[in-house]
């Protein structure tokens, strides 16, 4: 098989929520499709553009913004720099008008359509873009947004795009331990190699760094901001009561400081279990809001990972730019082996693919940064992975909210916990691999009947009244 090459900036990508399969990546194809009308030299021709949502993206694709994604990316907005208090007013005024400024350049009519019942055979996620442009010119293209922002454009010849070789290829958790062996060097050494290939060490650290920055600004925000989430469901914000409640002084005014008065406040059981909820809840409630998050691996998994290495630099004296650099190197390899072997779309894998993912990253960085070795960091992601088989994606109202927000906080104990197993454990003992796990995950995928894949037709989606307020 060949190998496939993922960055760690593939695997954490700055954007906007509420979910990287149905808001982020349509945002990105839309500006692809963008692109191809100015190569064509078509762009100032075009009269009219209409979207076509089909599968899950139809389905759920109000609740998770996806209209709105699609707008955005035709106005030519990047959603890495979009100012995220803007885009509701912007909405409002295209869906009014039914016309958008394409690009920033060139006015035309735009509409989008919700086909419930078609879905394209690739992907559930699929979207077309038509443009009529004079001359009875029109252009079309049909793309994929297969989980965690990734996009693929359909009949893409892949032979055109740029191969990165790569010092340590991986596909699967046996390559990575090869390397690691073979080497003597950490699974975030191996990463860091690796990445030396796309640009150098600098600049890799300095984009993780922004990568984080990112992370604890969403989750900050997210422990500051009250009221109610967007969307209908009127589910409440809890972080930001829970940080009250939890806060013993005020006489803080931004993240550094915060950590420490959160550190000062001591380190019982109950009191770390309460701010790790608390991370996860602020990060997932700023991504339902459609505020500014990291992809982790996805937009609907984003709140674990911020919330477990939060967790490291505030209870395991983490806070050092370098363990901070290698605990989110490791976490991206270990997404970028399901990415390549199974999957980390909800769509196509239930929520597995995404909470189950992210807290396999997560277990796996904070074993190897509490002093584990390479087996014990892999035997930590395979704990992980391994309760979270099974999980069906049931958003009501298609809005990541609930029982999404929550799960975060499942999964970011989930870690934590198979973190500490595998610390306290031997993996030459372990019964099952984490290559193992990941193909039983894609396995429990296949079998996952569709009404479970994040279309909003089975499960809570169904039992649970929309518009019913959480107790």
Same mark, same amino acid.
């Given at each position: 098989?060949?190998?496939?090459?993922?960055?760690?900036?593939?695997?954490?990508?700055?954007?906007?929520?509420?979910?990287?399969?149905?808001?982020?990546?349509?945002?990105?194809?839309?500006?692809?499709?963008?692109?191809?009308?100015?190569?064509?030299?078509?762009?100032?021709?075009?009269?009219?553009?209409?979207?076509?949502?089909?599968?899950?993206?139809?389905?759920?694709?109000?609740?998770?913004?996806?209209?709105?994604?699609?707008?955005?990316?035709? #106005?030519?907005?990047?959603?890495?720099?979009?100012?995220?208090?803007?885009?509701?007013?912007?909405?409002?005024?295209?869906?009014?008008?039914?016309?958008?400024?394409?690009?920033?350049?060139?006015?035309?009519?735009?509409?989008?359509?919700?086909?419930?019942?078609?879905?394209?055979?690739?992907?559930?996620?699929?979207?077309?873009?038509?443009?009529?442009?004079?001359?009875?010119?029109?252009?079309?293209?049909?793309?994929?947004?297969?989980?965690?922002?990734?996009?693929?454009?359909?009949?893409?010849?892949?032979?055109?795009?740029?191969?990165?070789?790569?010092?340590?290829?991986?596909?699967?958790?046996?390559?990575?331990?090869?390397? #690691?062996?073979?080497?003597?060097?950490?699974?975030?050494?191996?990463?860091?190699?690796?990445?030396?290939?796309?640009?150098?060490?600098?600049?890799?650290?300095?984009?993780?760094?922004?990568?984080?920055?990112?992370?604890?600004?969403?989750?900050?925000?997210?422990?500051?901001?009250?009221?109610?989430?967007?969307?209908?469901?009127?589910?409440?914000?809890?972080?930001?009561?829970?940080?009250?409640?939890?806060?013993?002084?005020?006489?803080?005014?931004?993240?550094?400081?915060?950590?420490?008065?959160?550190?000062?406040?001591?380190?019982?059981?109950?009191?770390?279990?309460?701010?790790?909820?608390?991370?996860?809840?602020?990060?997932?409630?700023?991504?339902?809001?459609?505020?500014?998050?990291?992809?982790?691996?996805?937009?609907?998994?984003?709140?674990?990972?911020?919330?477990?290495?939060?967790?490291?630099?505030?209870?395991?004296?983490?806070?050092?730019?370098?363990?901070?650099?290698?605990?989110?190197?490791?976490?991206?390899?270990?997404?970028?082996?399901?990415?390549?072997?199974?999957?980390?779309?909800?769509?196509?894998?239930?929520?597995?693919?995404?909470?189950?993912?992210?807290?396999?990253?997560?277990?796996?960085?904070?074993?190897?940064?509490?002093?584990?070795?390479?087996?014990?960091?892999?035997?930590?992601?395979?704990?992980?992975?391994?309760?979270?088989?099974?999980?069906? #994606?049931?958003?009501?109202?298609?809005?990541?909210?609930?029982?999404?927000?929550?799960?975060?906080?499942?999964?970011?104990?989930?870690?934590?916990?198979?973190?500490?197993?595998?610390?306290?454990?031997?993996?030459?003992?372990?019964?099952?691999?984490?290559?193992?796990?990941?193909?039983?995950?894609?396995?429990?995928?296949?079998?996952?009947?569709?009404?479970?894949?994040?279309?909003?037709?089975?499960?809570?989606?169904?039992?649970?009244?929309?518009?019913?307020?959480?107790?």
């Amino acid at each position: 098989m060949p190998h496939e090459s993922i960055s760690v900036f593939d695997m954490f990508k700055i954007g906007v929520g509420p979910s990287s399969s149905h808001t982020l990546g349509p945002w990105r194809a839309a500006l692809r499709f963008i692109k191809t009308l100015e190569e064509k030299n078509i762009l100032f021709q075009t009269k009219s553009v209409t979207v076509l949502l089909y599968g899950s993206l139809a389905k759920t694709g109000r609740g998770h913004g996806t209209d709105i994604a699609v707008l955005m990316g035709l #106005c030519g907005e990047d959603p890495v720099t979009i100012d995220v208090n803007s885009i509701a007013s912007k909405f409002e005024h295209i869906t009014a008008e039914k016309k958008l400024v394409l690009n920033g350049e060139k006015e035309v009519q735009a509409n989008v359509v919700f086909l419930m019942n078609e879905t394209l055979p690739f992907h559930p996620n699929g979207l077309s873009f038509l443009a009529d442009c004079n001359n009875d010119i029109q252009i079309s293209e049909t793309f994929y947004s297969i989980g965690g922002g990734f996009v693929v454009k359909e009949n893409e010849d892949k032979k055109s795009t740029v191969k990165i070789d790569l010092p340590f290829p991986i596909n699967t958790a046996s390559d990575l331990l090869h390397w #690691c062996m073979k080497t003597g060097l950490s699974i975030n050494e191996v990463v860091m190699e690796n990445e030396n290939a796309w640009r150098n060490e600098t600049e890799t650290k300095q984009g993780i760094l922004n990568i984080w920055q990112t992370m604890k600004e969403c989750m900050y925000r997210g422990c500051h901001t009250k009221g109610e989430l967007p969307g209908g469901l009127h589910v409440r914000r809890r972080a930001f009561d829970l940080n009250k409640k939890l806060i013993k002084q005020n006489d803080y005014n931004d993240h550094a400081s915060w950590t420490k008065v959160i550190r000062n406040g001591g380190n019982a059981f109950s009191y770390i279990l309460d701010w790790v909820g608390c991370f996860a809840l602020a990060v997932n409630e700023e991504n339902a809001s459609f505020g500014r998050v990291v992809t982790a691996p996805t937009n609907g998994a984003a709140g674990v990972i911020p919330a477990v290495l939060q967790y490291f630099i505030t209870f395991c004296n983490g806070d050092d730019e370098d363990k901070i650099i290698r605990f989110l190197l490791t976490a991206s390899e270990v997404g970028s082996i399901f990415k390549k072997e199974a999957t980390i779309s909800a769509a196509m894998g239930g929520c597995q693919a995404e909470i189950g993912v992210s807290s396999s990253m997560a277990a796996a960085a904070l074993t190897e940064s509490l002093g584990g070795t390479q087996r014990q960091a892999l035997m930590a992601a395979e704990i992980a992975m391994e309760h979270h088989l099974g999980l069906t #994606c049931d958003p009501i109202g298609g809005l990541v909210q609930v029982p999404c927000i929550e799960r975060n906080t499942m999964g970011a104990i989930k870690a934590i916990t198979a973190s500490q197993l595998a610390l306290q454990s031997s993996p030459d003992y372990a019964r099952v691999s984490l290559d193992k796990v990941i193909k039983t995950m894609w396995d429990t995928a296949i079998d996952m009947n569709s009404k479970y894949k994040e279309t909003a037709e089975g499960g809570l989606a169904l039992n649970i009244p929309l518009g019913l307020k959480e107790c």
